[in-house]
């Protein structure tokens, strides 16, 4: 069956733009990921969404992140007025459910580029 | 604060060689321990996973043992192949996390002919 699918796979803006990034997860998962890989660095945790809860955006690291998920499924992270230091590769993950045990699968990623 | 730390940064191997990369933890309570294969351009993939009563896990040519007592863990790769060519990243979570990830930043492994 089809994984998790990010768009686009590579995105140029400019300083100041506003950005979207798109995660589709795999059908059937109800947790969903973001999270950021900045050039040698480890991955880093930014939001999730479980079923119909609220999401915990305790990772988000200002207040021009934002995120939503749509009937479920389809998520959005925008970016806004975004910044050099906002360049990196942006991945997302979906599991089964949020638990500690559930393997989270993860998209190809969306690299971020801020000139 | 809760850390994963790997060794080494970047390895290089011929092919056909074996290989040994660490992960030293500060994660506590500490529930599970993954390691995870990112190809370039790739999202990660999980290649095993192992829980604190577990000593060693493998998975083909792929072998993680885990030291719950001394917070270590380590993925021996037997028989390297180009296709090994990738970052090797250890995952740990913490029990109680709602599947908050803590991740080490990957050893870098290039597999030369």
């Known amino acids: 069956g089809a994984g998790v699918s990010q768009s686009p796979s590579n995105k140029v803006t400019e300083k100041g733009k506003d950005v979207e990034l798109r995660c589709d997860p795999i059908?059937?998962?109800?947790?969903l990921y973001w999270y950021r890989q900045s050039l040698g660095q480890g991955l880093e945790f930014l939001i999730y969404?479980?079923?119909?809860?609220?999401p915990d955006k305790s990772g988000l690291p200002s207040d021009r992140f934002s995120a939503e998920r749509t009937g479920g499924s389809v998520s959005t992270l925008t970016i806004q007025r975004t910044q050099q230091e906002d360049s990196a590769v942006y991945l997302c993950?979906?599991?089964w459910g949020q638990g500690e045990y559930n393997e989270q699968f993860f998209g190809p990623g969306t690299r971020l580029t801020v000139l | 604060k809760n850390q994963v730390e790997q060794s080494p940064q970047s390895l290089i191997i011929l092919e056909g060689k074996n290989c040994t990369l660490q992960c030293n933890y500060t994660v506590s309570p500490f529930s599970n321990l993954r390691w995870y294969k990112q190809d370039t351009g790739r999202g990660p993939v999980s290649l095993t996973i192992m829980t604190f009563s577990e000593n060693t896990k493998s998975n083909g040519r792929y072998t993680a043992t885990l030291d719950a007592d001394t917070k270590q863990s380590s993925l021996h790769i037997t028989a390297s192949q180009l296709s090994d060519s990738a970052s090797y990243i250890c995952?740990?979570?913490?029990?109680?996390?709602?599947?908050?990830?803590?991740f080490g930043k990957g050893t870098k492994l290039s597999v030369k002919p």
């Open positions: 059908s059937g998962h109800t947790a």
């Open positions: 995952v740990v979570s913490s029990r109680g996390s709602q599947g908050n990830l803590i």
């Open positions: 969404f479980q079923g119909n809860s609220a």
């Open positions: 993950a979906s599991s």
